[in-house]
Protein backbone atom coordinates (compact mmCIF):
# COMPACT_ATOMS: atom_id res chain seq x y z
CA UNK A 1 0.00 0.00 0.00
CA UNK A 2 0.72 3.60 -0.12
CA UNK A 3 1.95 3.97 -3.56
CA UNK A 4 2.68 7.28 -5.17
CA UNK A 5 3.58 7.62 -8.83
CA UNK A 6 5.27 10.31 -10.66
CA UNK A 7 5.12 11.23 -14.81
CA UNK A 8 7.65 11.42 -16.34
CA UNK A 9 10.47 9.95 -15.09
CA UNK A 10 12.81 12.19 -17.27
CA UNK A 11 12.29 15.17 -19.28
CA UNK A 12 14.96 17.08 -21.22
CA UNK A 13 13.21 20.18 -22.62
CA UNK A 14 14.63 23.38 -24.46
CA UNK A 15 15.27 26.92 -22.23
CA UNK A 16 12.02 29.23 -22.21
CA UNK A 17 9.95 26.47 -22.61
CA UNK A 18 7.41 25.09 -19.74
CA UNK A 19 7.66 21.43 -18.02
CA UNK A 20 3.93 19.16 -16.52
CA UNK A 21 5.73 16.52 -13.45
CA UNK A 22 2.65 14.81 -11.93
CA UNK A 23 2.48 13.38 -8.93
CA UNK A 24 -0.57 10.72 -8.20
CA UNK A 25 -1.34 8.88 -5.19
CA UNK A 26 -2.52 5.18 -6.40
CA UNK A 27 -4.09 3.13 -3.78
CA UNK A 28 -5.05 6.21 -0.91
CA UNK A 29 -6.21 9.71 -0.43
CA UNK A 30 -3.67 12.36 0.42
CA UNK A 31 -5.06 15.61 1.47
CA UNK A 32 -1.63 16.83 1.44
CA UNK A 33 1.16 16.75 -1.02
CA UNK A 34 4.84 18.39 -1.24
CA UNK A 35 6.96 18.53 -3.70
CA UNK A 36 10.87 18.61 -3.63
CA UNK A 37 14.18 19.63 -5.31
CA UNK A 38 16.85 17.92 -5.29
CA UNK A 39 20.73 18.51 -6.56
CA UNK A 40 23.37 16.12 -6.69
CA UNK A 41 24.42 15.00 -3.42
CA UNK A 42 22.42 17.15 -1.72
CA UNK A 43 19.19 16.78 0.73
CA UNK A 44 15.58 17.09 -0.57
CA UNK A 45 14.61 21.19 -0.11
CA UNK A 46 10.80 21.74 -0.08
CA UNK A 47 9.57 23.82 -2.35
CA UNK A 48 5.61 23.78 -1.39
CA UNK A 49 2.88 22.28 0.41
CA UNK A 50 0.06 21.47 -1.63
CA UNK A 51 -3.48 20.73 -0.17
CA UNK A 52 -6.22 19.67 -2.08
CA UNK A 53 -8.51 22.48 -2.95
CA UNK A 54 -6.64 25.25 -1.55
CA UNK A 55 -3.70 27.12 -3.04
CA UNK A 56 -0.23 25.79 -1.92
CA UNK A 57 2.36 27.00 0.41
CA UNK A 58 5.72 27.89 -1.26
CA UNK A 59 8.75 28.01 0.69
CA UNK A 60 11.00 30.82 1.02
CA UNK A 61 12.94 31.59 -1.77
CA UNK A 62 10.70 29.41 -3.97
CA UNK A 63 9.15 31.40 -6.80
CA UNK A 64 5.29 30.36 -6.93
CA UNK A 65 4.69 31.93 -10.60
CA UNK A 66 7.41 30.05 -11.36
CA UNK A 67 6.88 26.80 -9.78
CA UNK A 68 2.91 26.50 -10.33
CA UNK A 69 1.40 23.48 -8.44
CA UNK A 70 -2.43 22.61 -8.57
CA UNK A 71 -3.53 19.74 -6.27
CA UNK A 72 -7.17 19.42 -8.00
CA UNK A 73 -8.07 16.14 -6.71
CA UNK A 74 -7.25 14.19 -3.04
CA UNK A 75 -5.01 11.68 -5.59
CA UNK A 76 -3.42 13.95 -8.17
CA UNK A 77 -1.19 17.39 -7.55
CA UNK A 78 0.87 19.14 -10.43
CA UNK A 79 4.03 20.89 -10.58
CA UNK A 80 4.40 23.03 -13.87
CA UNK A 81 7.75 24.52 -14.23
CA UNK A 82 7.20 27.60 -16.19
CA UNK A 83 9.95 29.00 -18.52
CA UNK A 84 12.60 26.46 -17.72
CA UNK A 85 15.85 27.71 -17.53
CA UNK A 86 19.22 25.21 -17.22
CA UNK A 87 19.73 26.38 -13.78
CA UNK A 88 16.09 24.58 -13.25
CA UNK A 89 17.48 21.44 -14.15
CA UNK A 90 17.08 18.99 -11.40
CA UNK A 91 15.81 16.25 -9.54
CA UNK A 92 12.14 16.69 -8.22
CA UNK A 93 10.48 14.50 -6.07
CA UNK A 94 6.97 14.67 -4.78
CA UNK A 95 5.45 12.92 -1.83
CA UNK A 96 1.67 12.06 -0.16
CA UNK A 97 0.84 12.11 3.04
CA UNK A 98 -2.10 10.28 4.47
CA UNK A 99 -4.45 11.94 6.50
CA UNK A 100 -4.08 12.09 9.87
CA UNK A 101 -0.66 10.43 9.52
CA UNK A 102 2.51 11.73 9.82
CA UNK A 103 4.48 9.66 7.44
CA UNK A 104 4.76 10.52 3.89
CA UNK A 105 5.11 8.64 1.01
CA UNK A 106 7.56 9.29 -1.58
CA UNK A 107 7.23 9.32 -5.87
CA UNK A 108 10.34 7.80 -7.81
CA UNK A 109 10.97 11.08 -9.16
CA UNK A 110 11.26 13.20 -12.50
CA UNK A 111 14.93 13.92 -13.78
CA UNK A 112 14.28 17.14 -15.64
CA UNK A 113 17.00 18.37 -17.69
CA UNK A 114 17.04 22.14 -19.04
CA UNK A 115 18.82 22.65 -22.82
CA UNK B 1 17.18 28.01 12.93
CA UNK B 2 16.64 24.76 13.13
CA UNK B 3 19.47 21.92 11.96
CA UNK B 4 19.53 18.36 11.37
CA UNK B 5 22.84 17.13 10.98
CA UNK B 6 24.09 13.53 9.62
CA UNK B 7 27.52 12.60 8.96
CA UNK B 8 28.63 13.54 5.58
CA UNK B 9 31.31 11.23 4.76
CA UNK B 10 30.14 7.52 3.75
CA UNK B 11 30.32 4.67 6.23
CA UNK B 12 31.89 1.66 5.23
CA UNK B 13 31.10 -1.51 6.90
CA UNK B 14 31.95 -5.15 6.34
CA UNK B 15 28.84 -7.50 5.31
CA UNK B 16 27.64 -9.24 8.45
CA UNK B 17 28.35 -6.58 11.04
CA UNK B 18 25.82 -3.70 12.40
CA UNK B 19 25.99 -0.23 10.95
CA UNK B 20 25.39 2.87 13.02
CA UNK B 21 24.28 5.96 11.43
CA UNK B 22 23.76 8.93 13.39
CA UNK B 23 21.36 11.94 13.29
CA UNK B 24 21.96 15.11 15.40
CA UNK B 25 19.40 17.83 15.42
CA UNK B 26 19.32 21.74 16.86
CA UNK B 27 17.31 24.59 18.15
CA UNK B 28 14.28 22.05 17.82
CA UNK B 29 12.09 19.74 19.82
CA UNK B 30 10.58 17.55 17.00
CA UNK B 31 7.47 15.57 18.13
CA UNK B 32 8.68 12.68 15.43
CA UNK B 33 11.73 11.46 13.67
CA UNK B 34 11.80 9.26 10.78
CA UNK B 35 14.43 7.16 8.54
CA UNK B 36 14.07 6.77 4.92
CA UNK B 37 16.92 5.23 2.49
CA UNK B 38 17.46 6.39 -0.42
CA UNK B 39 18.49 4.70 -3.81
CA UNK B 40 21.01 6.22 -6.66
CA UNK B 41 18.22 8.16 -8.96
CA UNK B 42 14.99 7.27 -6.73
CA UNK B 43 12.78 8.68 -4.50
CA UNK B 44 13.06 7.71 -0.60
CA UNK B 45 11.46 5.28 0.86
CA UNK B 46 9.88 5.19 4.28
CA UNK B 47 11.90 2.84 7.08
CA UNK B 48 10.84 3.81 10.71
CA UNK B 49 9.19 6.75 13.01
CA UNK B 50 9.82 7.04 15.91
CA UNK B 51 7.89 9.82 18.77
CA UNK B 52 9.61 11.99 21.18
CA UNK B 53 8.50 9.59 24.11
CA UNK B 54 9.69 6.49 22.60
CA UNK B 55 12.80 5.38 23.07
CA UNK B 56 13.84 2.64 20.60
CA UNK B 57 11.90 1.50 17.49
CA UNK B 58 12.05 -1.97 15.63
CA UNK B 59 11.42 -3.29 12.07
CA UNK B 60 13.37 -6.96 11.66
CA UNK B 61 17.00 -6.10 11.13
CA UNK B 62 16.41 -2.12 11.55
CA UNK B 63 16.29 -0.55 14.80
CA UNK B 64 15.80 3.21 15.93
CA UNK B 65 16.65 5.05 19.21
CA UNK B 66 15.79 8.89 19.92
CA UNK B 67 17.35 10.68 22.71
CA UNK B 68 15.63 13.62 23.27
CA UNK B 69 18.29 15.21 26.15
CA UNK B 70 20.86 14.24 23.46
CA UNK B 71 19.01 15.66 20.38
CA UNK B 72 20.24 12.43 19.20
CA UNK B 73 18.43 9.61 17.40
CA UNK B 74 20.63 6.62 15.94
CA UNK B 75 20.10 4.41 12.78
CA UNK B 76 21.61 0.92 13.61
CA UNK B 77 21.09 -1.46 10.80
CA UNK B 78 21.96 -5.40 12.07
CA UNK B 79 23.42 -8.13 9.96
CA UNK B 80 24.37 -5.51 7.49
CA UNK B 81 24.14 -7.31 3.59
CA UNK B 82 25.31 -5.17 0.28
CA UNK B 83 22.08 -4.88 -0.70
CA UNK B 84 21.53 -2.59 2.18
CA UNK B 85 23.96 -0.06 0.97
CA UNK B 86 22.14 3.06 -0.12
CA UNK B 87 21.87 6.28 1.34
CA UNK B 88 20.32 7.12 4.58
CA UNK B 89 18.32 10.28 5.55
CA UNK B 90 16.81 11.17 8.51
CA UNK B 91 14.45 13.54 9.30
CA UNK B 92 12.02 15.38 12.28
CA UNK B 93 8.38 16.75 11.89
CA UNK B 94 6.23 18.08 14.84
CA UNK B 95 2.85 17.03 14.37
CA UNK B 96 1.34 17.63 10.59
CA UNK B 97 4.00 19.88 10.06
CA UNK B 98 6.45 20.14 7.17
CA UNK B 99 9.16 17.52 7.42
CA UNK B 100 13.14 19.11 7.62
CA UNK B 101 15.35 16.53 6.03
CA UNK B 102 19.37 15.84 6.93
CA UNK B 103 21.88 16.05 4.35
CA UNK B 104 21.64 11.79 4.43
CA UNK B 105 24.83 9.40 4.80
CA UNK B 106 26.02 6.82 2.31
CA UNK B 107 25.94 3.16 3.75
CA UNK B 108 28.22 0.71 1.74
CA UNK B 109 28.35 -2.81 2.60
CA UNK B 110 30.98 -4.68 1.61
CA UNK B 111 31.13 -8.18 1.10
Known amino acids: GAVVSQHPSRVICKSGTSVKIECRSL??????MFWYRQFPKQSLMLMAT?????????EQGVEKDKFLINHASLTLSTLTVTSAHPEDSSFYICSARVNGMETQYFGPGTRLLVL | SQKIEQNSEALNIQEGKTATLTCNYT??????LQWYRQDPGRGPVFLLLIRENEKEKRKERLKVTFDTTLKQSLFHITASQPADSATYLCAFSGGYQKVTFGTGTKLQVIP
Open chain 2, 27 to 32: NYSPAY
Open chain 1, 50 to 58: SNEGSKATY
Open chain 1, 27 to 32: DFQATT
